[in-house]
C-alpha cells in the first residue's frame, strides 16, 4: 500500500464547475497535510495547508481533511483552464524528524 | 523575499560521471530537502538536512549524497552517474526546527540529462 495514494487521472472538468481532487494517507499519525500544484516543466507550487479537521477556504480552493477516514481533498470552483496542472497531495508525520511524502499527482484538465 | 535558488537549470552528463547540485533556501530557512522527479516515480525523497545535520534519509544509493553549510545553503552529489538518474531534482527549504508543520517552497530544480 502507497503511503500517500491519488488518482492520476486526468480529471476533466470544464470551465466554471468545481473540480475534486482526492488523496488518502496510511499514516494514522500524520499531523501536516499540502496541496501543491505543478504546471508541467515547473517546479510544485504551494497551494493550501491544513492541520486540523474540516474546512479551509482560500479563495477558490477549499482543502477537506478528515482524519477518522484518513482523507485529505481539494475542491477548486468555478475552474478555469489555468487550473490545468498536475495536483500533489503531501502529508507530513509529527515530529520534527519526520519526512514529507508525496502523492504521485492527479492531472486536472479544465475544457472550454 | 527570494524564493529557493538552485544552480545550475540544466545539465548534461555522461555515465559514470559525478555531479554536484547546489540549493540556496529562502532566507531564515534552516531546513533543505531533496527530491528526485520522474515521469514514472513522481517526486520521490531522497534526504533532508537541518543545522548541517542530515536528519532523514530516503531510499536511494549511496552514490548520492549531500551536505549543508552553516549558512544553510545545500549541495547535493550524484557519482558514478547512470542513465536513470535523470531527472528533475528539486530543493525545498522549510523554516525547520520546532516549526515542524511548516510547509515547504520548492526552488525551481536542475534538470539533469545523462547520455
Known amino acids: 500500500q502507497k503511503e500517500v495514494e491519488q488518482n492520476s487521472g486526468p480529471l476533466s472538468v470544464p470551465e466554471g464547475a468545481i473540480a475534486s481532487l482526492n488523496c488518502t494517507y496510511s499514516?494514522?499519525?500524520?499531523?501536516?497535510f499540502f496541496w501543491y500544484r505543478q504546471y508541467s516543466g515547473k517546479s510544485p507550487e504551494l497551494i493550501m495547508s491544513i492541520y486540523s479537521n474540516g474546512d479551509k477556504e482560500d479563495g477558490r480552493f477549499t482543502a477537506q481533511l478528515n482524519k477518522a477516514s484518513q482523507y485529505v481533498s481539494l475542491l477548486i470552483r468555478d475552474s478555469q483552464p489555468s487550473d490545468s496542472a498536475t495536483y500533489l497531495c503531501?502529508?507530513?508525520?509529527?515530529?520534527?524528524?519526520?519526512?514529507?511524502?508525496f502523492g504521485t499527482g492527479t492531472r486536472l484538465q479544465v475544457t472550454l | 523575499k527570494a524564493g529557493v535558488t538552485q544552480t545550475p537549470r540544466y545539465l548534461i552528463k555522461t555515465r559514470g560521471q559525478q555531479v554536484t547540485l547546489s540549493c540556496s533556501p529562502i532566507s531564515g530557512h534552516r531546513s533543505v530537502s531533496w527530491y528526485q522527479q520522474t515521469p514514472g516515480q513522481g517526486l520521490q525523497f531522497l534526504f533532508e538536512y537541518f543545522s548541517e545535520t542530515q536528519r532523514n534519509k530516503g531510499n536511494f544509493p549511496g552514490r548520492f549524497s549531500g551536505r549543508q553549510f552553516s549558512n544553510s545553503r545545500s549541495e547535493m552529489n550524484v557519482s558514478t552517474l547512470e542513465l536513470g538518474d535523470s531527472a528533475l531534482y528539486l530543493c525545498?527549504?522549510?523554516?525547520?526546527?520546532?516549526?515542524?508543520?511548516?510547509?515547504?517552497?520548492f526552488g525551481d530544480g536542475t534538470r539533469l540529462s545523462i547520455l
Open positions: 499514516d494514522r499519525v500524520s499531523q501536516s
Open positions: 503531501a502529508v507530513k508525520g509529527a515530529g520534527t524528524a519526520s519526512k514529507l511524502t
Open positions: 525545498a527549504s522549510s523554516p525547520g526546527g520546532g516549526v515542524s508543520n511548516q510547509p515547504q517552497h
